[in-house]
């Protein structure tokens, strides 16, 4: 099958811009994959990892909200926040994770709880795409 | 007549001068240009999302009318997003946006109140005693879209709450190194018609052909929905690109300005040399007549001397 266009933008850059064979999308309400020539679709995106397949190659986003227009021949992803699996500093993503853990366990008053969780998603889904990269490198190269 | 010593002190000063402010006109190059890729960054979202808006606003055109970032009220109070800079040094940049701003509440029919970005402008509000609803000074030195989104979500709280009818942004475009221009605009409510002008205006040409061609869209959840989660980001893109726009025109502002100072200073720095080489060309001069003159003085102290020796001894 003929590859479709994915772009990948934020208010502040464009992030993505590529050729790819499959994407599987975090959808507001559950995962979504989208193969070429999919029926044009408009969506509201939840928080979670993003997959472009191309050839064998995988490519992993993390994705926090935002919509994604989708044509027979293009999948564009406006979201609020995105980055590259190689992006992301897995020990700055853990430490947020940690925190928000603490946070909801102990609950001080004052705070913030829904903040709290919303920085715990963030931090699992960075966490989640990176350590999927990181598979998929070992196994290559192993 | 300053003194040699006076001249040389201001040359020196002058000079130094001129080296701070060269400086200063590179450092503000390199902001510019950074300032203008952030804004170039930003394109490709607003355009896309400026179309998709449209297409949206085409498709639930009932719900669209309904949305209430579209409402469209009677206006009894306006407010005025006023953009400037938190430093000063840059030319006219800060009074021209200022001024521009003024003279639109001057002729605005309802009474208008300010938020303000940037310390200038907010100095500007209070010392017009204008309403100041909220200051978010001073931004950070490179604003990221979190940073902006505080207010854009403050000015549509307020448009929403129905405290204000009518939102306006004033900014400073950036056409290029040389001209910036201070422009007013209308943020809220959002006009997804005609008379709108977008950032990015070949996005609407576009949409036109795509708006027939696509009819059969799935929309999750509807579109009345979707159109509740872009409009809010399109207006925090809005705010966003103001504030980007308005810092790459404030850099070149101060680039120029101090390109100008330097020039001003070497101009300075010429007269003052010529000034300096004349008080010194005439201070030897005058030394070389007082030396003559001395020396003249003693020839002819000595040959008076030798002729009255002379006379004396005739006389002898």
């Known amino acids: 099958?003929?590859?479709?266009?994915?772009?990948?933008?934020?208010?502040?850059?464009?992030?993505?811009?590529?050729?790819?064979?499959?994407?599987?999308?975090?959808?507001?309400?559950?995962?979504?994959?989208?193969?070429?020539?999919?029926?044009?679709?408009?969506?509201?995106?939840?928080?979670?990892?993003?997959?472009?397949?191309?050839?064998?190659?995988?490519?992993?986003?993390?994705?926090?909200?935002?919509?994604?227009?989708?044509?027979?021949?293009?999948?564009?992803?406006?979201?609020?926040?995105?980055?590259?699996?190689?992006?992301?500093?897995?020990?700055?993503?853990?430490?947020?994770?940690?925190?928000?853990?603490?946070?909801?366990?102990?609950?001080?008053?004052?705070?913030?709880?829904?903040?709290?969780?919303?920085?715990?998603?963030?931090?699992?889904?960075?966490?989640?795409?990176?350590?999927?990269?990181r598979i998929r490198r070992e196994g290559s190269t192993g | 007549m300053p003194t040699?010593?006076?001249?040389?002190?201001?040359?020196?000063?002058?000079?130094?001068?001129?080296?701070?402010?060269?400086?200063?006109?590179?450092?503000?190059?390199?902001?510019?240009?950074?300032?203008?890729?952030?804004?170039?960054?930003?394109?490709?979202?607003?355009?896309?999302?400026?179309?998709?808006?449209?297409?949206?606003?085409?498709q639930a055109e009932a719900s669209a009318l309904l949305h209430p970032l579209l409402e469209v009220r009677p206006v009894r109070q306006v407010m005025l997003l006023l953009i400037t800079a938190d430093r000063g040094l840059c030319g006219a940049y800060n009074d021209n946006v200022i001024r521009l701003a003024f003279r639109f509440a001057a002729v605005s029919r309802a009474p208008v109140s300010f938020l303000t970005v940037g310390r200038k402008g907010r100095d500007a509000v209070a010392r017009v005693r204008g309403a100041l609803v909220a200051d978010f000074s001073p931004m950070p030195r490179w604003p990221r879209f979190a940073d902006v989104r505080p207010i854009a979500r403050l000015a549509m709280e307020e448009f929403l709450k129905g405290s204000v009818d009518e939102i306006y942004i004033a900014y400073t475009d950036f056409i290029n190194t040389m001209?910036?221009?201070?422009?007013?605009?209308?943020?809220?409510?959002?006009?997804?018609?005609?008379?709108?002008?977008?950032?990015?205006?070949?996005?609407?040409?576009?949409?036109?052909?795509?708006?027939?061609?696509?009819?059969?869209?799935?929309?999750?959840?509807?579109?009345?929905?979707?159109?509740?989660?872009i409009l809010p980001r399109f207006v925090e893109l809005q705010v966003y690109q103001a504030v980007l726009e308005s810092l790459a025109s404030e850099h070149s502002a101060r680039m120029v300005a101090m390109r100008n100072a330097t020039e001003n200073a070497e101009n300075l720095i010429y007269t003052l040399t010529l000034s300096y080489n004349k008080a010194r060309q005439q201070s030897i001069t005058s030394e070389m007549l007082d030396i003559a003159g001395g020396a003249e003085a003693m020839r002819q102290a000595a040959r008076a001397q030798i002729q009255a020796r002379l006379r004396v001894g005739a006389g002898r």
């Not at chain 1, 193969?35 to 044009?40: N, R």
């Not at chain 2, 890729?37 to 949206?56: C, D, F, I, N």
């Not at chain 2, 209308?186 to 002008?197: A, F, I």
Request: no cysteine; aromatic share 4%; hydrophobic share 45%.
């Open chain 1, 1 to 133: 099958m003929s590859p479709m266009r994915l772009e990948i933008v934020t208010q502040e850059r464009a992030l993505f811009s590529g050729d790819v064979d499959m994407v599987v999308a975090p959808g507001a309400e559950g995962e979504l994959g989208i193969l070429p020539g999919h029926a044009p679709l408009l969506t509201v995106l939840g928080v979670g990892p993003l997959l472009a397949r191309r050839g064998s190659e995988e490519l992993w986003f993390a994705i926090h909200g935002g919509f994604m227009e989708v044509t027979p021949e293009k999948v564009i992803v406006l979201a609020d926040v995105a980055e590259r699996a190689e992006e992301i500093d897995i020990a700055r993503a853990e430490e947020a994770r940690q925190r928000a853990e603490q946070v909801l366990k102990e609950r001080p008053p004052g705070v913030d709880l829904n903040a709290a969780l919303a920085a715990l998603r963030r931090s699992r889904v960075r966490l989640e795409v990176a350590r999927r990269r």
């Open chain 2, 179 to 229: 001209i910036q221009r201070p422009r007013v605009r209308r943020l809220l409510p959002l006009r997804l018609t005609q008379g709108y002008e977008p950032a990015v205006p070949e996005a609407v040409e576009r949409l036109d052909t795509r708006a027939v061609a696509n009819k059969t869209f799935i929309y999750e959840p509807d579109p009345a929905q979707l159109l509740d989660v």
């Open chain 2, 4 to 58: 040699l010593r006076e001249l040389r002190r201001r040359i020196r000063t002058v000079r130094s001068i001129s080296q701070i402010t060269r400086a200063m006109e590179a450092v503000s190059a390199s902001k510019m240009r950074r300032a203008q890729e952030m804004t170039l960054a930003s394109r490709p979202y607003s355009q896309k999302a400026w179309e998709v808006l449209v297409h949206l606003a085409h």
